[in-house]
């Protein structure tokens, strides 16, 4: 009989969202005549904007055509969206890249956990808390991890607890750690990192020889100056980090899939016998196997995205978003919460009333106001008493929800 992994057995419970999707689920059909707002899992609600779609259409046509028909096409993304996006996203930000530093992906959430395809088991890995739980969980499932203890780190893992008490940003680990996972603008907690916070932690990075994940899926959602969009923006970032971005949020691509990864040449790791080795090129390597790339119409749809008129459609649905923010972040004040995010972020992360448990603030939510919201515990252990609330709902849903709450907290 074929033995199973393991290491999956060792995962405390069911992917977070999933467990909500049940729970609302056994609530629906208990209560047919609720109206549930979900402002919960961070998926789109606005559909995708004029010129993204007529590139997709006429993507399409060229594969119903002899002679603009596209079969398998690079398997590290096409010139054509590579050089688009280094032009109009990073060069803007100053930062110079290469074509062949640039991947494209059918999303950051596949690249963020493949990633660890080209690093050795033994490497110690760093991640705050809370966290986006893919970076946990990933880890865990590829066997890097012992058992998890009675609050929920696992052995191998160096967790760096972000809370009130250090504005949500990671303090450096005591211990030595080879891989550090980043995400700024932060998933769940809101939070933006300045240029002096990246530079330090760049620092880090090189005085201790580790690599940086940096995931900047949300860096479209910053809406003040100042802040990097991009951890090249910080000088040396690029003998240190590796950057994942994603179209699901910035383009509304959660159903059409596309994310890039950026992997700078002057990027190094080290072999069993301590030779450097190019990390870009273990990554070329990893994707020409196991990857066939993102199609052909959804590259075209991301090109568009940059052009001057899908810019300008994108950028007025990341305001939609940002008002919606707004709304949420100024509602739940009101109603005499404590809130943190969505200024620089579509996420607002705010604190449960009366010492309430994550968990139990979000049964109250669901039952009482039919709202659906994402138990701050659930990305981790320092969440506990915490709530994170999307701003990717409809605008008149967000409102009606935060009536509702607002009402139910009176």
């Not at 004029?50 to 096409?73: N, Q, S, W």
């Not at 949500?168 to 300045?194: H, R, S």
């Not at 190094?268 to 066939?292: A, D, H, I, M, P």
């Not at 009482?368 to 981790?380: I, R």
Request: charged share 20%; with cysteine.
């Amino acid at each position: 009989m074929a033995h199973i992994n393991d290491n999956y057995l060792k995962l405390k419970a069911g992917y977070l969202f999933p467990e909500i999707g049940r729970r609302v689920r056994a609530f629906a059909e208990a209560n047919p005549q609720a109206k549930v707002i979900r402002l919960g899992i961070g998926d789109v609600t606005r559909p995708l904007p004029p010129a993204i779609l007529k590139a997709f259409h006429e993507a399409v046509d060229d594969l119903a055509r002899v002679e603009t028909f596209a079969g398998y096409g690079p398997e590290q993304g096409y010139d054509f969206l590579i050089n688009t996006i280094i032009e109009k996203s990073y060069n803007p930000l100053g930062v110079t890249l290469k074509t062949s530093e640039m991947f494209i992906s059918d999303g950051s959430k596949c690249d963020c956990a493949n990633i660890l395809d080209i690093f050795a088991l033994d490497n110690v890995v760093a991640i705050g808390d809370p966290v986006y739980p893919v970076y946990n969980d990933t880890n865990v499932m590829i066997g890097r991890t012992g058992e998890a203890d009675e609050k929920g780190y696992y052995k191998g893992i160096v967790y760096m607890p972000c809370n009130e008490a250090n504005g949500f940003f990671p303090a450096y680990p005591k211990e030595k750690v080879d891989i550090i996972y980043l995400c700024f603008p932060n998933n769940p907690t809101g939070a933006v990192a300045t240029k002096a916070q990246l530079k330090g932690w760049v620092d880090y990075a090189l005085q201790n020889h580790a690599i940086i994940l940096f995931d900047a899926a949300y860096e479209a959602f910053i809406t003040e100056p100042g802040y990097p969009h991009s951890i090249y923006e910080i000088e040396g970032a690029k003998k240190c980090a590796v950057e994942f971005r994603s179209f699901s949020k910035t383009a509304g691509f959660t159903g059409v899939r596309c994310g890039l990864v950026v992997v700078p040449e002057e990027l190094e790791g080290t072999t069993t016998n301590g030779e450097k080795y190019s990390v870009n090129k273990l990554w070329l390597r990893r994707q020409t196997t196991k990857f066939n790339g993102a199609s052909y119409p959804v590259q075209k749809a991301a090109a568009a995205v940059y052009s001057a008129e899908g810019w300008q459609q994108t950028k007025e649905i990341i305001d939609y978003y940002m008002e919606n923010a707004r709304i949420i972040r100024e509602g739940m004040k009101a109603a005499g919460l404590t809130v943190y995010g969505g200024v620089n972020a579509p996420y607002i992360w705010l604190k449960t009333p009366s010492g309430m448990s994550s968990w139990d603030f979000f049964d109250k939510l669901l039952t009482e106001c039919n709202v659906v919201g994402t138990p701050g515990s659930g990305f981790g252990p320092s969440g506990e008493g915490f709530f994170r609330l999307s701003a990717f709902g409809n605008r008149d849903s967000v409102i009606e929800a935060v009536a509702r709450i607002r009402q139910n907290l009176k």
